[in-house]
C-alpha cells in the first residue's frame, strides 16, 4: 500500500508544482512526496535502482538531442567567451564550497556537488558511486540552488535588465525529426557499453553520447513524448527522495542563510562576467545573461524566447556547461578526492 501512495501523492504534487510553473516540478514531486511519507511513518514504499537507471537514459537522450551544427559553429566562433563563461560558473561553486567548508563546518566533497551550477541530475546520479558523500546535502542543495536560481533569473531579467516578453514565443519541443524510438535502442546500447567500460553515471552519460553522434549524423530528433519524461523525472525524484534521512535533513536548516548567500553570490559573480562577453562579442546583456545565468538549458532557452533573446547563444554556452559537468567534473571529483573505495578526503 505504501508504494501506491508513493506513486500517487508524487504525481498530485508533480501535477500541482507544474501547474504553478515550477521548475523541474516532476523531479520534486517524488522528492517531496517520499519526505512527506516519510514525516508521516508510512511503511512498504521503496524504488529500486534500476527504475532510476532506465530513467537516466531517457534524460541523456532528452540533453543529447540539443547539439546540432549551429550549436558547433557557435563553440568554434566564441571558444573563449563558452569555455571561460564556464570556467568562471564552476570557480565560482568551488569558492563557495570552500567558504561554507570552513565556516559551517560541512563535507567539501559534498558542498561541491551540491552547490555545482546546473548538475541536478548529474551530481545526484553520482550518490551511488560514492557513500562518503552526503546525499541529503547534495539533493537539498541541488534543489535550493536550481529553485532559487530558475525562479529569480526571470524576474531579474524583466525588471534589472528591463527585457519585455515578446508575443508567440516558441517551445523547444521538436516533433518533425528522427523519431525517438528509432534511437533509443541505441541509447540503451550506448549506456551498457558505457557501464562496461566503468564511464561515471554510464546511464546518463552512454545516452548521452550516442544522442550527440544520432543527432549531428540525421539531423534533428524529435523531443522524448512528454508521457515518458514526466514518468524518468518522478523515477530520479522518487529515487533520491527514498535515500534522504530526515534527522540529517534537520542538521542542515542551520545553513540556510549561508547556502542563500553562496547560491546568490554565484548569480552576482555571473551578471557581471555577462557584462563582459556582451562587450566582447557585441551581443545583448540579456542574451548575455541568460548564456551565463547556472541555471538549465531549458527553462534559460524558453526565457530567452520569450523575451526575444538570441536562443541558439544561449544554448551554447548552456550546453557547453552542462557536458563539461557531466563530463568533465566527475573524472575532477574522482582526481581530487580519490576512488570512491579509497580513503581520500
Not at 25 to 52: C, E, S
Not at 98 to 121: E, Q
Not at 293 to 314: H, R
Request: charged fraction near 10%; aromatic fraction near 10%.
Amino acid at each position: 500500500m505504501g508504494q501506491v501512495y508513493l506513486i500517487s501523492l508524487s504525481v498530485v504534487i508533480g501535477f500541482i508544482l507544474n501547474k504553478l510553473h515550477i521548475p523541474i516540478p516532476w523531479i520534486l514531486g517524488g522528492i517531496l512526496a517520499t519526505l512527506i511519507l516519510q514525516i508521516a511513518r508510512v511503511k512498504g514504499f521503496y524504488w529500486k535502482r534500476q527504475w532510476r537507471m532506465y530513467a537516466l537514459i531517457v534524460v541523456g537522450y532528452g540533453i543529447g538531442r540539443y547539439v546540432n551544427v549551429q550549436v558547433l559553429t557557435q563553440i568554434k566562433s566564441q571558444g573563449i567567451g563558452i569555455v571561460s563563461a564556464t570556467l568562471v560558473a564552476v570557480l565560482s561553486c568551488v569558492f563557495v564550497s570552500v567558504v561554507m567548508a570552513k565556516f559551517v563546518h560541512l563535507d567539501l566533497h559534498s558542498l561541491v556537488m551540491g552547490i555545482m551550477p546546473g548538475g541536478f541530475t548529474q551530481m545526484t546520479a553520482m550518490l551511488d558511486e560514492d557513500k562518503r558523500v552526503d546525499p541529503n546535502l547534495v539533493t537539498v542543495y541541488q534543489s535550493l540552488r536550481l529553485l532559487t536560481i530558475e525562479l529569480s533569473i526571470p524576474f531579474l531579467v524583466m525588471t534589472v535588465l528591463s527585457a519585455q516578453v515578446s508575443s508567440g514565443a516558441n517551445t523547444l519541443a521538436v516533433h518533425d525529426g528522427v523519431n525517438f524510438w528509432l534511437v533509443m535502442p541505441f541509447c540503451i546500447i550506448g549506456a551498457l557499453v558505457a557501464d562496461k567500460i566503468k564511464i561515471s553515471t554510464p546511464y546518463l552519460i552512454g545516452p548521452v553520447i550516442v544522442t550527440i553522434i544520432a543527432a549531428l549524423s540525421v539531423g534533428r530528433l524529435d523531443s522524448p513524448p512528454e508521457w515518458l519524461m514526466i514518468i524518468a523525472q518522478l523515477s530520479i525524484g522518487i529515487y533520491v527522495g527514498v535515500g534522504l534521512n530526515m534527522e540529517q535533513l534537520k542538521k542542515l536548516v542551520r545553513t540556510l542563510p549561508a547556502t542563500m548567500a553562496g547560491i546568490f553570490f554565484i548569480l552576482t559573480v555571473s551578471m557581471i562576467y555577462a557584462v563582459g562577453l556582451a562587450h566582447f562579442y557585441d551581443f545583448d546583456l540579456i542574451t548575455a545573461f541568460l548564456a551565463m545565468a547556472p541555471g538549465g538549458i531549458a527553462e534559460m532557452c524558453l526565457t530567452g524566447m520569450s523575451v526575444g533573446a538570441n536562443v541558439a547563444i544561449i544554448l551554447t554556452y548552456q550546453l557547453f556547461r552542462m557536458l563539461f559537468i557531466a563530463l568533465v567534473i566527475p573524472v575532477i571529483l574522482k582526481k581530487y578526492f580519490g576512488k570512491p573505495d579509497s580513503t581520500a578526503l
